[in-house]
């Protein structure tokens, strides 16, 4: 079976995060979505607020299913029996980023990471871009899936 883990903190998820899962879903018998808590980071939406929105976005698909974690990627994709990581590229600087952390976690546990590249019609969007649109009364439902609606 194959099954990938996606991690990230989806803070909030956004339609480039979306085309990678639903492309990913033909690649892999499961995705788990997981949603990494990092105790540093100041994030805009709470936890049950983000799991929400994904839970939410892909309600109508079985193979994927949504947690959250604390620790090392690569201890949730051993607890969970994950053969690989799903992540996704945007340009090149995500490409350098991605690059050192899928060497690394390959180093210490044999994990292959699988990198999809963002379709060219979300390419620029980002979860900062978001949340910045979303701190300014901007328009950013044309950049996130229809669950992540929020009060203006």
């Known amino acids: 079976m194959r099954k990938a883990i996606f991690p990230g903190s989806f803070d909030p998820i ?6 990678i899962i639903k492309r990913g879903v033909s690649l892999f018998d499961e995705i788990v979505i997981a949603i990494g808590v ?4 100041k994030y805009m939406f709470s936890l049950e607020e983000r799991k929400r929105f994904i839970e939410e976005t892909f309600k109508d698909e079985p193979k994927i299913s949504v947690i959250t974690y604390e620790g090392l990627t690569i201890d949730l994709a051993k607890k969970q029996k994950a053969n690989f990581i799903l992540r996704g590229l945007r340009n090149p600087a995500d ?3 991605e690059k050192a952390i899928a060497h690394t976690n390959r180093r ?3 994990i292959e990471t699988v990198f999809l590249l963002t379709a060219a019609k979300t390419s620029y ?3 900062s871009i978001v ?10 439902e044309m950049l996130v899936p229809d669950a992540v609606r929020v009060q203006k």
């Open 38 to 41: 990092n105790a540093e980071k």
């Open 131 to 140: 949340r910045d649109v979303l701190r300014n009364g901007g328009e950013y």
């Open 125 to 127: 969007i980002s979860s």
């Open 95 to 97: 490409f350098e980023f």
């Open 14 to 19: 956004t339609l480039g995060h979306e085309d």
């Open 108 to 110: 210490l546990s044999k």
